[in-house]
C-alpha cells in the first residue's frame, strides 16, 4: 500500500509479490474507513515530536492555486447587467457631437 501511495501509481500497477491488486485496495479501503491510518499517523508524530523530529512548519505554494478564467477581471460578455450602462448610455447622450448637423 506504502509503495503505491509514494509512487502514485495506479493499484493495478503493483508489484505481484504483494498479491491481488483488488485484496491490496479493499484493505487499504478498510483501513481508511476504520480509521487505522489516521491512528498510525498519530502514533508516528506523537512519538517523533517527542525526541524531537518533527519540525511544525507549514508552507503554502500558491503557484498550485489557479484561479477560474471567469475570476481573471475580463468583462463578461452578454447582456449589460445592473445600472452602470444606463449611466455609460445617458454620457454618451449628453456629449456634445462634433458633428454640426448634429442637432
Do not use: I
Not at 450602462?85 to 448637423?101: G, L
Amino acid at each position: 500500500m506504502l509503495c503505491r501511495l509514494r509512487t502514485g501509481s495506479p493499484w493495478r500497477d503493483l508489484p505481484e509479490r504483494y498479491g491481488p491488486w483488488q485484496t491490496v485496495y479493499e484493505r487499504f479501503a478498510r483501513w481508511e474507513a476504520d480509521g487505522t491510518w489516521a491512528k498510525l499517523l498519530e502514533h508516528v508524530q506523537v512519538h517523533d515530536d517527542a525526541v524531537g523530529r518533527v519540525e511544525w512548519t507549514v508552507a503554502v505554494d500558491s503557484t498550485v492555486n489557479r484561479a477560474h478564467q471567469h475570476a481573471a477581471g475580463a468583462r463578461k460578455r452578454g447582456p449589460l447587467t445592473g445600472t452602470d450602462w444606463k449611466f455609460r448610455a445617458a454620457r454618451r447622450r449628453a456629449r456634445p457631437s462634433a458633428c454640426p448637423e448634429a442637432g
